[in-house]
């Protein structure tokens, strides 16, 4: 039950900072013309050895499988621009990450994608994580208006940037429209900004 | 108080405030390839969109393109539809393609400033994150994701929320060996690969200033790997110089007048900075990565950092670092040894490069144990080198020097590690599985730094290995 403001669900802890979008997505899975197929490519590398074997990695523990919550570390998302993470992401059911920071162009791609990512100190997010070992099937139930989160009893705060939080609260996350809307203004702009001569 | 140059640009490109609080800012160049823009037009198709300004959008290929054998089709089915994809869509749009053998193809980075389509004071954006290299000529340059490749093509504006600027001065004189591609790999070891998050970097300082083009945009070039939104140095005579008589730059009084108003987006003097960090630049040795992200970096005489010495998570990515590395704590990163050479990317794959590693190997040879390849960023690139017989000292040394494109960088075409193999790399990141085995290894480094490796087929200092002098 998602309105405009909560969320809800289950919710797994993925360890590490600076988790880099090369490990969320490996190159090899970006030769693609759509989006569509990325979902079982997630983690993939940390997923599967090189005969594509299980790992064991979290994100296919069996108490973990449906979960729509990702809580990692710091400096998630780094590297690569690559759209095609936060959409592997969305495509295999996640629709919230809670990090104690965000590589800024992987934000950016996950909050026009409708993702919202939650900014959590230390202290709480390292409770949270341990709490979501301990009850693995519990539901969260986050406010992004109030920035509160509930999970198993207990109540957690997180951070959004503002201009995120605020496209989330209107339902404005995909800035499409409203960047359109300005037509007339963009050709204002364009003109009065006499670039060099690019036609070659 | 005066303007830096971000807020400069930033000014001169608002088209107004949105409603979530960010701001529209149009984009005075947009770059594409084919990994991150057919998605794009895709959603445009969706939405029944056309492109707004197809005149300030330019395409190249480079991510999947083959570096040995480039004909068409590609021997992998994917490449091919991407590349078919990008072809079409661009016919269709009237967007300009820089085609294989169409003299100007190459690494998207590569390409916009040998053209002399990067320029100072305008905003720049691409669905890469190595965008942030065309900051080098004072322009403001986003690596972006593919919906807003869609956002531009639709509207040439993104929403964008502002940064802050930390000025980077790199101050004194770079010693012999120690190169632009060290300085960046020291800078982000000091600041971390989070430090920049929420930041543009000004680099200035008399190590910036002293430097040409080329290592100017090996520097910005990874300020993404710091965190940094981009990265930037102020036009200057250098810039200029450059770019005067490039295929899309204006000529005669064209070139004066435009020289005008791009010295008019430095950044003042009395301008705001919301950091300022000096680094010292006569202390920077060649440096080498050792673990798993770019800061995990030390000077080539130091030894690999004990995990035991650090806390917390800190010392689990340090433990996790090494035993993917497959290395020792406390032990020299000098000696370690590699498997395959790389010299190319779009950090390190521009003319002098080549030049800077033909000037030391030139009557060389690779060790046997070395698969060493030299890619080129461009073809303008590979026709320089190879007018100037660089190709030849290349070859002659054990090199195999192919064509061009993004290679085993990223690993999405052909050339890639096998099994965990260690690669001495001129390239951007040695993030884990990076290029394109799951177990593979990387060490950053310069491209000289890389040739010294190639041939002691195992981590070496350039100085030592080419007997380089220090200028007295």
């Known amino acids: 039950m998602n309105d405009l403001v909560k969320r809800s669900g289950r919710g797994v802890y993925v360890q590490g900072n600076d988790i880099d979008t090369d490990r969320i997505i490996p190159a090899r899975f970006l030769k693609c013309v759509t989006f569509d197929e990325l979902g079982p490519a997630l983690f993939y590398d940390e997923r599967f050895d090189t005969q594509d074997v299980s790992k064991g ?32 992401l969305q495509k295999f059911g996640f629709e919230v990450i809670i990090a104690e920071s965000f590589a800024e162009i992987f934000h950016g791609n996950c909050t026009t994608l409708g993702m919202p990512c939650l900014i959590m100190e230390k202290t709480q997010r390292k409770a949270l ?9 519990a539901e969260f139930l986050i406010d992004l208006q109030a920035q509160t989160l509930i999970f198993a009893n207990e109540q957690f705060s997180f951070t959004m940037k503002e201009s995120s939080r605020e496209a989330f609260l209107t339902g404005r996350f995909d800035p499409l429209d409203e960047l359109l809307v300005a037509k007339d203004a963009i050709q204002v702009v364009a003109t009065r900004l006499s670039y060099s001569d690019h036609s070659g | 108080m005066g303007k830096n140059l971000y807020q400069k640009v930033w000014d001169d490109h608002l088209v107004g405030p949105l409603e979530n609080g960010q701001y529209q800012i149009f984009m005075g ?28 959008t330019f395409a190249t290929v480079d ?62 954006c691409c669905g890469d994150s190595h965008t942030s290299t065309h900051g080098a000529f004072g322009s403001i340059a986003l690596g972006i994701g593919t919906s807003q490749v869609r956002d531009v093509l639709a509207s040439q504006t993104l929403a964008m929320d502002p940064l802050k600027v930390r000025r980077i001065e790199v101050t004194g004189t770079l010693s012999t060996g120690v190169t632009a591609k060290d300085v960046t790999l020291h800078i982000i070891r000091m600041l971390g690969v989070n430090g920049g998050v929420g930041y543009a970097y000004e680099y200035a ?59 008019g987006y430095a950044s ?58 497959q290395l020792e704590a406390d032990a020299p990163i000098a000696g370690t040894k590699i498997d395959v050479a790389f010299i190319g990317s779009c950090t390190n794959g521009r003319l002098s490069d080549f030049q800077a590693v033909a000037a030391v190997i030139e009557g060389r040879k690779v060790s046997s144990s070395v698969r060493a390849i030299a890619v080129p960023g461009s073809e303008k690139v590979d026709q320089a080198a190879r007018a100037l017989g660089l190709h030849d000292i290349f070859t002659a040394a054990g090199f ?30 040695n993030f884990m599985g990076r290029q394109g085995s799951s177990t593979g290894r990387t060490i950053l480094m310069s491209p000289i730094m890389v040739a010294a490796a190639a041939m002691q087929g195992a981590v070496a200092d350039a100085r030592d290995v080419f007997q380089l002098e220090q200028a007295s």
């Not at chain 2, 950092?305 to 996790?320: F, I």
Request: aromatic share 6%.
């Open chain 2, 63 to 124: 991510h999947i393109i083959p570096t040995d054998d480039q004909s068409r089709p590609f021997s992998d089915p994917m490449a091919e539809r991407m590349m078919a994809v990008l072809s079409d869509a661009t016919e269709a749009h009237g967007i300009e393609f820089f085609q294989p053998n169409s003299g100007s193809q190459g690494i998207v980075h590569v390409v916009g400033p040998e053209l002399g389509l990067t320029q100072p004071g305008i905003t720049i």
């Open chain 2, 29 to 56: 160049l947009h770059l594409i390839h084919e990994v991150t823009s057919p998605q794009a037009f895709g959603m445009l198709k969706d939405k029944d969109l056309k492109v707004a300004y197809p005149g300030r």
């Open chain 2, 268 to 325: 003042d003097p009395d301008a705001h900075y919301d950091d300022v960090v000096v680094i010292d630049g006569d202390a920077i040795e060649p440096t080498v990565t050792w673990g798993v992200t770019p800061a995990q970096a030390l000077g080539i005489g130091e030894r690999i950092p004990d995990p035991a010495a650090a806390e917390g998570l800190d010392q689990e990515l340090m433990s996790d670092a090494l035993r993917y590395m």
């Open chain 1, 129 to 137: 994580a341990a709490l979501v070992g301990h009850h693995p099937d």
């Open chain 2, 400 to 429: 195999e020097w192919r064509k061009p494109g993004c290679s085993m960088c990223l690993a999405m075409n052909p050339d890639k590690l096998v099994g965990d193999e260690v690669c001495a790399s001129s390239s951007n990141r």
């Open chain 1, 57 to 88: 990695h979290i994100l296919d523990a069996p108490v973990h499988q449906g979960a729509s919550i990702m809580i990692s570390d710091t400096n998630f998302g780094c590297g690569s621009s690559r759209e095609h993470a936060p959409q592997a």
């Open chain 2, 205 to 263: 300082g008399a190590v910036i200033e002293a430097m040409t083009m080329e290592e100017r945009m090996t520097v910005c070039n990874m300020s993404i790997e710091g965190g940094a939104r981009c990265g930037y140095i102020n036009p200057d005579e250098t810039t200029f110089a450059y770019l005067e008589g490039r295929e899309r730059v204006p000529s005669g009084d064209g070139f004066d007048a435009a020289k005008r108003r791009w010295a």
